[in-house]
């Protein structure tokens, strides 16, 4: 992207910024689980819900 156009840097680092966001986020949500193990159900339905959100986003993504 360094030689890339200024739309393009611009849209990468609007990417960027959201995997951050959703890293931020798994690293939270697998600090709150940690401290709540019986709550493995929830975990379960977590991981589906962000595997979900993260395929749709990517498939945005490579789309544009």
């Keep these: 992207m360094a ?3 200024y739309r ?3 849209n990468t680092a609007g990417e ?3 995997l951050s ?3 931020a986020m798994i690293v939270e949500r697998l600090a709150e689980i ?3 193990p019986q709550a ?3 975990l379960l339905q977590w991981i589906k819900e962000e595997v979900f ?3 749709l986003r ?3 993504w490579a789309g544009e």
Aim: zero cysteines; proline letters at 0%.
């Design 8 to 10: 393009g840097k611009v």
């Design 58 to 60: 990517l498939e945005q």
């Design 16 to 18: 960027l910024g959201f």
């Design 21 to 23: 966001r959703q890293k």
């Design 34 to 36: 940690d401290s709540r």
């Design 40 to 42: 493995t159900e929830t």
């Design 53 to 55: 959100n993260l395929k």
């Design 3 to 5: 030689r890339g156009a």
